[in-house]
């Protein structure tokens, strides 16, 4: 394809901790962590709190993204543990993927250092609004099932495998858009929107809102645009994204957490009744032309544009399943071979079910796996990048 990828509008270096259940352990009893004192809710504000919230997320587990007082709190949490230092963002890591599929991308950048510079493919171009080099990380906490800590009175078994995300970024926050952005978009097939969810100023957000605005007013009449939805430190935020974004997106993407937490309440994932009755709960609060909720078992797009991306969800259902099973160095053969794995039963009904009840509505069930190390960090990230290559094949087939 000539024209270009858009992927904004910021990336992140991320601590990807390696899960250590001794380490935990010695923590939780350094720290004499009780099982009434765990909460997803409480400031983090040090070692100690940071610990409680991620042992109370693996009890539940869920996954979440939570705001953290400082860097120094992730550097003093992650110097306990082995960890790699990797790229992340939605559109970084979406880029990413599209890279392993032989697709370049332009990257909208709000910081930049060397490890941004060593880690990003050649065939990744990026444009920046940094004036400084800057390093606010992420740290991304990935627990398997059945993560077991033992607490000073009692322990944390956790019911499945999940990821966090905890981070201060100044960069993120402001989310300062570059000068190149409207250029940039002139000749774009597809603009990936996601980010705003790290920002806590609302006049920022308001402003950096109509500059986004702005920029999408050089986009070709006929470019895709894709926003991903994300866990905001500040929920009240995403109404605002949503009241001056949604009339130029074209698909609007949830992960299950997200859709939970719109909806106030939990979802059966595998209940036809449950799920039906949510998917049209939310698409009253986003009335989007293509609503893309994607869980575990299944991916479902609602909305009067649902149709015309099923190949899309197809795509994004077998990127994301390969990157579970076989981690960042995911390639398209590896793509292939998920393709003769077999799919999730319950998914399958699922979808079976969504489809016939809600006029339009598309679906493709989730792959049943079991995998002994599976990758869950990024996973929504990696069906985006997915389903914008599934985008891209069907522009390039017409």
């Known amino acids: 394809m000539d024209r270009k990828l858009v992927l904004g509008l910021g990336g992140t270096v991320d601590y990807e901790l390696m899960w250590d259940p001794s380490v935990f352990d010695t923590l939780a009893h350094a720290h004499g962590v009780r099982r009434h004192e765990l909460t997803t809710t409480a400031p983090i504000t040090d070692e100690r709190s940071l610990l409680v919230a991620v042992l109370a997320f693996v009890a539940s587990g869920t996954g979440a993204e939570r705001f953290v007082a400082s860097s120094d709190v992730i550097e003093d949490f992650v110097s306990h543990f082995a960890h790699e230092i990797t790229l992340g963002g939605t559109g970084v890591r979406a880029g990413l993927v599209l890279d392993a599929l032989g697709i370049p991308s332009v990257q909208h950048l709000v910081s930049i250092d060397d490890n941004v510079r060593r880690l990003l493919p050649a065939a990744i171009s990026y444009i ?45 926050r402001r989310m300062l858009l570059s000068n190149d952005l409207p250029a940039t978009l002139a000749d774009a097939a597809v603009f990936l929107v996601s980010g705003f969810n790290t ?3 609302h006049d920022l957000l308001e402003l950096r809102l109509a500059d986004v605005q702005r920029a999408m007013q050089s986009l070709p009449g006929d470019a895709l645009v894709y926003y991903e939805d994300a866990g905001f430190y500040t929920r009240d935020f995403a109404d605002t994204v949503r009241a001056r974004l949604l009339p130029r997106i074209d698909v609007y993407g949830m992960n299950e957490d997200e859709l939970q937490e719109y909806l106030g309440r939990a979802v059966n994932l595998l209940d036809r009744g449950d799920v039906i009755r949510a998917l049209r709960e939310v698409h009253t609060i986003m009335p989007a032309r293509a609503l893309v909720v994607h869980t575990r078992y299944w991916a479902i797009a609602t909305g009067p544009d649902a149709g015309r991306h099923r190949a899309a969800l197809e795509s994004a259902v077998r990127v994301a399943a390969t990157r579970y099973r076989v981690g960042d160095g995911l390639t398209a053969a590896d793509v292939d071979d998920t393709d003769t794995m077999p799919r999730h039963g319950g998914g399958e009904s699922l979808v079976a079910a969504v489809e016939a009840a809600l006029p339009g509505a598309v679906g493709v069930a989730a ?9 869950t960090v990024g996973l929504g990230d990696t069906f985006v990048g997915g389903f914008l290559a599934g985008v891209v094949r069907a522009k390039e087939s017409v």
């Open 128 to 172: 920046c609004s940094a004036t400084e080099d800057t390093l606010d990380p992420h740290l991304i906490v990935q627990y398997p099932v059945g993560a077991h800590v033992r607490l000073t009175d009692g322990e944390v078994l956790s019911p499945a495998p999940n990821r966090l995300i905890f981070a201060n970024d100044p960069p993120n």
């Open 199 to 201: 920002m806590q100023d």
């Open 367 to 375: 792959f049943s796996l079991d995998v002994a190390t599976p990758t």
